[in-house]
């Protein structure tokens, strides 16, 4: 149980374009979403945190217009990168906790890696 | 807010011995102490966490302990085949924090053969 999916798995885009990526929790449903950006050999930087059906929780520094956050549902959350650029590509992680489970649990999805050529 | 220093930044050992990797935490409030296991091109998965109400736990070769005194944790893997060799991370998470968990900056353990 508790498997989060990922969709796409790799992307690569040109500079200027959008790109919308999808985090699934496919055995539960998933009150709370996190997505991360995580540089190589770097730890995982928190982008934002959102709750179904509010506006998602960006922290400090991160651009609330340019990574848009939807978490319509409690097994889909997306993340858009409006206008990329090269120093956005990156590798995306999104991670779901269940209320239901306690504030404890956080599963990981596999990532998404973003090339912006 | 919470901030959690971890070491070693790298860990070389060989196929059968132990490894150890330590990781301290400042908020007191913290108590959920999760360790994750990242491979290459892959997201971080759960391998084991601990609550601050106990101060071991085990999985087979993976062990967990921790010290609420002196706020550190640590990971104990015996045994160690090459599949191991991955990213660990640890992360501490409570209350003051919405439980939202701080990670670690990682330790690459690399099992020779």
């Known amino acids: 149980g508790a498997v989060v999916s990922q969709h796409p798995s790799w992307v690569i885009c040109k500079s200027g374009t959008s790109v919308k990526i999808e985090c699934r929790s496919l055995?539960?449903?998933?009150?709370?979403m996190f997505w991360y950006r995580q540089f190589p050999k770097q730890s995982l930087m928190l982008m934002a945190t959102?709750?179904?059906?509010?506006?998602?929780?960006?922290e400090q520094g991160v651009e609330k217009d340019k990574f848009l956050i939807n978490h319509a549902s409690l097994t889909l959350s997306t993340l858009t990168v409006t206008s990329a650029h090269p120093e956005d590509s990156s590798f995306y992680i999104c991670s779901a906790r269940s209320l239901g489970q306690g504030p404890y649990e956080q599963y990981f999805g596999p990532g998404t890696r973003l090339t912006v050529t | 807010g919470e901030n959690v220093e971890q070491h070693p930044s790298t860990l070389s050992v060989q196929e059968g011995d132990s490894a150890v990797i330590k990781c301290t935490y400042s908020?007191?409030?913290?108590?959920?102490f999760p360790w994750y296991k990242q491979e290459l091109g892959k997201g971080p998965q759960l391998i084991i966490d601990?609550?601050?109400?106990?101060g071991e736990k085990k999985d087979q070769r993976i062990a967990v302990t921790l010290n609420k005194t002196a706020k550190h944790f640590s990971l104990h893997i015996t045994e160690t085949q090459p599949e191991d060799s991955a990213v660990y991370f640890c992360a501490a998470s409570g209350p003051g924090g919405s439980y939202i968990p701080t990670f670690g900056r990682g330790t690459s353990l690399i099992v020779h053969p």
């Open positions: 908020d007191s409030a913290s108590n959920y």
């Open positions: 959102s709750n179904e059906g509010s506006k998602a929780t960006y």
């Open positions: 601990i609550r601050s109400n106990v």
């Open positions: 055995d539960f449903q998933a009150t709370t």
